[in-house]
T-cell receptor, first 119, second 114 residues
Framework: AQSVTQLGSHVSVSEGALVLLRCNYSSSVPPYLFWYVQYPNQGLQLLLKYTTGATLVKGINGFEAEFKKSETSFHLTKPSAHMSDAAEYFCAVTLSPVRPTSGTYKYIFGTGTRLKVLA | NAGVTQTPKFQVLKTGQSMTLQCAQDMNHEYMSWYRQDPGMGLRLIHYSVGAGITDQGEVPNGYNVSRSTTEDFPLRLLSAAPSQTSVYFC?????????????FGPGTRLLVL
């Protein structure tokens, strides 16, 4: 079964400092991995995703993540935090089949990490 | 495209009442799902559908029903609301051709059950 673990429900960084949000996954087959961001009172929007190919993935707003199979990790980073990055971030995993049949295809989300950026 | 739309945005129910949360998408996506979001628990999958006429249960299906009669619509029904169903509900859709697995989320429905 797939699962996602996000370490740290709350992370605080100073403006301009490195952002590191941790995500570890469990999957018996090659996974597709995602990071979503949620601003207050809004739905989720995609930051970046890994499907196949290059393991370092770049997303919007200067974020990037690296898929490390040996560590079963997909940590999210940004070199310099901005006040506007304050939000909740979710890691998600799903299996990679095309044209899935019922029962074999679903997304699993982590419990989220709330990022606070200090002035 | 309007994307994924949800109605209502906010609803208050009394225990035992029933209601339907509406979800529609205009992107011709095959896959649709319902999640609930509760503090400290992230998003939990309630039900999902991989196409019209096909639905399946997620992690927390009890107390909820779904149907998928068309590609566009995926309503979520609460048969007899309970205070434990107080939550924010999100609908999402995606298209599962290779490279297009991103889920698109609606703005959410905030439900309070008294």
């Amino acid at each position: 079964a797939q699962s996602v673990t996000q370490l740290g429900s709350h992370v605080s960084v100073s403006e301009g400092a490195l952002v590191l949000l941790r995500c570890n996954y469990s999957s018996s087959v090659p996974p597709y991995l995602f990071w979503y961001v949620q601003y207050p009172n809004q739905g989720l929007q995609l930051l970046l995703k890994y499907t196949t190919g290059a393991t370092l993935v770049k997303g919007i707003n200067g974020f990037e993540a690296e898929f490390k199979k040996s560590e079963t990790s997909f940590h999210l980073t940004k070199p310099s935090a901005h006040m506007s990055d304050a939000a909740e971030y979710f890691c998600a995993v799903t299996l990679s089949p095309v044209r899935p049949t019922s029962g074999t295809y679903k997304y699993i989300f982590g419990t989220g990490t709330r990022l606070k950026v200090l002035a | 495209n309007a994307g994924v739309t949800q109605t209502p945005k906010f609803q208050v129910l009394k225990t035992g009442q029933s209601m339907t949360l509406q979800c529609a998408q205009d992107m011709n996506h095959e896959y649709m799902s319902w999640y609930r979001q509760d503090p400290g628990m992230g998003l939990r999958l309630i039900h999902y559908s991989v196409g019209a006429g096909i639905t399946d249960q997620g992690e927390v299906p009890n107390g909820y029903n779904v149907s998928r009669s068309t590609t566009e619509d995926f309503p979520l029904r609460l048969l007899s609301a309970a205070p434990s169903q107080t939550s924010v509900y999100f609908c999402a859709s995606s298209c599962h051709t290779s490279g297009s697995e991103t889920q698109y989320f609606g703005p959410g429905t905030r439900l309070l059950v008294l």
